[in-house]
Structure formats: structure tokens, C-alpha cells
């Protein structure tokens, strides 16, 4: 059973930051795309970040070099560091880890950025 779960979610105030974690069972992690997705009220979700098993990473365009995707294959966990967070970047946040045909989805983590 494939399970991805996020943790380290929560309220922030503007221009601080948060962690974000993914740990991932049930797969050979170290095969995977991993990737961070975003889903704010009444908006589609988005790619905010992804990483590869070699460890190339992409980026949403709108995030201007704010946020780190990384991973440690050996914790079989994916990481979101998000710095000088706004308010724009509210959301839930979503974990995913892809391969070919074979795509699996967190629950998902709040990410509230208001004062």
C-alpha cells in the first residue's frame, strides 16, 4: 500500500518559513519524480516544485527562488523549504511521486501566510 504523508504545515506569518515534509512507503523511492503541488480556494492545482532521482529540480516560475525542493532517498522522504513566504502562497500542499504510469497523491498540508 502506497502511502505519502505530508507534515509540517501550518501558519506563518508574512516573510517566514516553513518546511515542509513527505515521507513515502510502499514505493522504491529512489525511482520516483517527487513533486510539491499547491491548490488555493477556487484555483486549479499547480507544480510549485519537482525533483528527480538524480536530483535535477524545476520550479514554478512565480516562485523567483524562494522555495528548496531536496530529497533524501535514504529517509525515503521529499522536502519543501519555503522562505519569505506571502500571502499569495496560502494553500493546501500536496505531495506526489511519479512514475511513468504509476502516480500517487498525499492527503495534503494547510499553508495559511497572513499576519
Known amino acids: 500500500q502506497v502511502q505519502l504523508v505530508e507534515s509540517g504545515g501550518g501558519l506563518v506569518q508574512p516573510g517566514g518559513s516553513l518546511r515542509l515534509s513527505c515521507a513515502a512507503s510502499g514505493i522504491i523511492f529512489s525511482v520516483y519524480r517527487m513533486g510539491w503541488y499547491r491548490q488555493a480556494p477556487g484555483k486549479q492545482r499547480e507544480l510549485v516544485a519537482s525533483?528527480?532521482?538524480?536530483?535535477?529540480?524545476n520550479y514554478a516560475d512565480s516562485l523567483q527562488g524562494r522555495f528548496t525542493i531536496s530529497r533524501d532517498n535514504a529517509k525515503n522522504t521529499v522536502y519543501l523549504q519555503m522562505n519569505s513566504l506571502k500571502p499569495e502562497d496560502t494553500a493546501v500542499y500536496y505531495c506526489n511521486a511519479d512514475l511513468r504510469l504509476k502516480n500517487y497523491w498525499g492527503q495534503g498540508t494547510q499553508v495559511t501566510v497572513s499576519s
Open positions: 525533483i528527480i532521482s538524480g536530483g535535477s529540480t
